[in-house]
């Protein structure tokens, strides 16, 4: 299994637990972001586009564990950022494992090797490493050669020193689904607990608005890349959610799932999208207009976006949402599917990979100086 029985258990009763007390809008995982500076500038990533003192700004312990409380979640994902470039965030993940929350650290891995002293292996806690493919492909989509061995190095040391690590790979325009699979035949080599693949997500601030994947591209791509499976791949991410990707399924946006929590508070209505801040997570729920998102909605900013954030909670509350969704489900962790598709095989094998331009790089927000990058990079 991807996932260790105990952390199903905890989500399921969970969610069961809402069902039973008739919430409709619930959440699943809550995005804790403690910082927004990082030491990359990947063209595709819209965090880093903030001013100077924004980026050196930061939650501490006790702010990241009010959220946690108020939100009442079983799992905390910790984006950025670089979540590793935050002084406390070995006191931060302590408290949450203390709490018994299943926190996922989702970190570039360039500090990793180096920090890796800091943590103590648990089941509670999963380092969730960006490899955005295969070694060329991941340096050219983080905008830093020699990225990848770097970011290897620390998978095989935490990997080596008892620690969960799952990896997240973020697929722009133009990845070829070949490549993509070698990608993953490396992570199991690599000893990785399981994998999650998504198509890019639509940063407004993003510099590089060209890269990112409609519906249609996305569907196709994941239909190549997700059918035929290997016996040994395995993806921390809901069945059904990896069949909406592969355009097997068809749901609508939760966007209330995933809730992100930073320094400017809770984020209306999802972290790919600033409509406003809460300053508490009921005020969130109470003050948000919910219906103006999702692609039902008509809102062109949601038109082409399947971000996990919002889907995968949707695959969640169907699992749990009537007899049809639970046996479905059941089937698919009982008796896992490969996914046979001659058609699927038969893209692969015709795919030829597109001449696209090179991803932009970020630039420095204006009036940064040299010494300010450096303060903010960790360098």
Known sequence: MAVPVSQ???VATYVLKQKLMGRKKYPLVLMLEPLFRCNLACAGCGKIQYPAHILKAELSPEDCFKAVEECGTPMVSIPGGEPLLHPQMPEIVAGLVA???YVYMCTNALLLKEKLHLFKPSKYLSFSVHVDGQREHHDFSVCREGGYDIAMEGVRAAVAAGFRVTTNTTLFDGADPNSVRAHFDEMMTAGVESMMVSP????????????FLGKAKSRRMFRAILSNRKKEWQFNTH????????GKQNFECTPWGMPTFSIFGWQKPCYLLQDG???TFQELLDST??????AKSG????ANCMVHSGHEASA???????LKGFLTTAKRYMFASLYPDEGAQKLLNEWRPEHTSPLIQIQAPVGTTKTELQSISGD
């Not at 069945?239 to 592969?246: K, R, V």
């Not at 969640?316 to 009537?322: A, E, I, K």
């Open 8 to 10: 199903a258990w905890t």
């Open 99 to 101: 709490r018994k929350k």
């Open 200 to 211: 890019g997500y639509t940063y407004d601030k993003a510099p590089d608005q060209n890269h």
């Open 239 to 246: 069945p059904l959610f990896s069949e909406f990707l592969m």
């Open 277 to 279: 801040y809460a300053d």
């Open 289 to 294: 207009k919910w219906e103006n998102y999702g």
């Open 299 to 302: 809102n062109p900013q949601c």
């Open 316 to 322: 969640v509350d169907y699992n749990f949402g009537s």
